[in-house]
Nanobody
Framework: QVQFVESGGGLVQPGGSLRLSCAAS????????MNWYRQGPGKERELVAG????????NYADSVKGRFTISRDNAKNTVYLQMNSLKPEDTAVYYC?????????WGQGTQVTVSS
């Protein structure tokens, strides 16, 4: 069955960095676009970053452009989110998502807290 192992979340001070990882299994990873979403306290879930199945294109929410970088390693069935210059407003549960119409699979989420 489809499984995700998300890691790398935690508590970090403003201005710090974290790298999230999402290792996937149970589907053909290289055929799926991969995304990172987040849901902050009292907020709707929002798309943070996405990467095409072959890694050839990426897209970012305006709020994270220039600070976050999404990447993937299809040999390891893993997608990453490098987060730099973190702000308190980046505090959220971060979810990885695999999408290839009509399928959409979700990870369990990892908490990121940015606070001094």
């Amino acid at each position: 069955q489809v499984q995700f192992v998300e890691s790398g979340g935690g508590l970090v001070q403003p201005g710090g960095s974290l790298r999230l990882s999402c290792a996937a299994s149970g589907f053909t990873f290289s055929r799926y676009n991969m995304n990172w979403y987040r849901q902050g306290p009292g907020k709707e879930r929002e798309l943070v970053a996405g990467i095409a199945s072959n890694g050839g294109s990426t897209n970012y929410a305006d709020s994270v452009k220039g600070r976050f970088t999404i990447s993937r390693d299809n040999a390891k069935n893993t997608v990453y989110l490098q987060m730099n210059s973190l702000k308190p407003e980046d505090t959220a549960v971060y979810y990885c998502n695999a999408y290839a119409w009509p399928d959409s699979y979700w990870g369990q989420g990892t908490q990121v807290t940015v606070s001094s």
